[in-house]
């Protein structure tokens, strides 16, 4: 019942920019962590930033400097901004939410976005 929903992704040119959105819906009780994940054709879905409620947020050693994980905990929103993109980004980006199991409980589940297509090409 609760769905995450990317949007944000599309054409740029190497160098460009864009900003990944990714909300949350449904029977929220609580968001533990939320995060980017990218994969190619035959690659392997691969994390490329994840921020954990309280903690740090952590990068892909590919997309560090370049990518900003952000979230707005009041609207269960996360955000990826993407400056001086290269053609290796591209990619097909999902959102990933840890999302608690009732408002009681410590027990998280994951949850997949359908994903967003990035291409980077001149």
């Known amino acids: 019942q609760v769905q995450l929903v990317e949007s944000g992704g599309g054409l740029v040119q190497p160098g460009g920019s864009l900003r990944l959105s990714c909300a949350a819906s449904?029977?929220?009780?609580?968001?533990?962590?939320m995060g980017w994940y990218r994969q190619t054709s035959g690659m392997q879905r691969e994390l490329v930033a994840i921020?954990?409620?309280?903690?740090?947020?952590n990068y892909a050693d590919s997309v560090k400097g370049r990518f900003t994980i952000s979230r707005d905990n009041a609207k269960n929103m996360v955000y990826l901004q993407m400056n001086s993109l290269k053609p290796e980004d591209t990619a097909v980006y999902y959102c990933?939410?840890?999302?608690?199991?009732?408002?009681?409980?410590?027990?998280?589940?994951?949850?997949w976005g359908q994903g967003t297509q990035v291409t980077v090409s001149s």
């Open positions: 990933n939410a840890l999302l608690r199991t009732s408002a009681y409980s410590n027990s998280v589940y994951s949850l």
């Open positions: 449904g029977s929220i009780f609580g968001i533990n962590a």
């Open positions: 921020d954990v409620s309280g903690g740090a947020a």
